[in-house]
């Protein structure tokens, strides 16, 4: 089966630097992806990764290793905006499924 | 600007009722989704389509059921709605690994 492990709860300060991990168990791979979803809102996409490395996109950046079966998405210079839930996501078994985490909450204090 | 629009916002229906969620994009993807939202357990997929009239189960298809007689629009049926139906439904359509998601249905079932 298809699985992802990231932990449930990460608080950081405004202007700190926080890292969200995502491990996975996947029949096959093809790429992992974030997801930000604010209080009340929709999922949103973030980031993809397809290959092993670093992807950056202004303050947030993704990590993947696809041998070690893991990946993290970094968050640099914190804003209160960025309060929000986290998602990693992993293609299913069928084309064009998605199978996600069950989220990240992080909170940003002043 | 890329759109997935539900229906309804709100809804609040009574235990027995068969419930219709509604979800248009307008993107021309093929691949649409139904998954629900519930605290502590991420978004679980319901059921998803990856055709006009073709469909598959997700993880948790029980007392659902969808329809796409057209691309652009894909339904979720709640035959019998149930209290333990209560939950956010998010309706989602993707190309390639993104997912663009509609703003949510919060469904209570009294």
């Known amino acids: 089966g ?5 932990p449930s709860e990460v608080t950081a300060v405004e202007g700190a630097i926080v890292q969200i991990n995502c491990t996975y168990q996947t029949s096959g ?3 992992l992806s974030w997801y930000q979803q604010h209080d009340g809102g929709a999922p949103t ?3 993809y990764n397809g290959l092993d490395g670093l992807e950056e996109t ?4 993704s990590f993947l290793s696809r041998s070690d079966s893991y990946g993290y998405l970094l968050l640099q210079e914190l804003q209160m905006k960025d309060s929000a839930s986290y998602f990693c996501a992993v293609p299913g078994r ?4 998605l199978i996600f985490g069950k989220g990240t909450k992080l909170s940003v204090k002043p | 600007d890329v759109k997935v629009t539900q229906s309804s916002r709100y809804l609040v229906k009574r235990t027995g009722e068969k419930v219709f969620l509604e979800c248009v994009q307008d993107m021309d993807h ?6 629900r939202q519930d605290p502590g357990l991420g978004l679980r997929l319901i059921y998803f389509s990856y055709d006009v009239k073709m469909k598959e189960k997700g993880d948790i298809p029980e007392g659902y059921s969808v329809s796409r007689e057209k691309k652009e629009r894909f339904s979720l049926i709640l035959e019998s709605a149930s209290t333990n139906q209560t939950s956010m439904y998010l309706c989602a359509s993707t190309l390639g690994g993104e997912a663009f998601f509609g703003q949510g249905t919060r ?3 009294v």
Do not use: D, H
């Not at chain 1, 298809?2 to 990231?6: D, F, R, V």
């Open chain 2, 30 to 35: 093929e691949n649409m989704f139904w998954y």
């Open chain 1, 2 to 6: 298809q699985s992802l492990e990231q």
């Open chain 1, 94 to 97: 069928s084309q064009g499924n």
């Open chain 1, 45 to 47: 996409f973030l980031s």
């Open chain 1, 29 to 31: 791979f093809y790429g």
């Open chain 2, 107 to 109: 469904l209570t079932v």
């Open chain 1, 58 to 61: 202004g303050r947030f950046s």
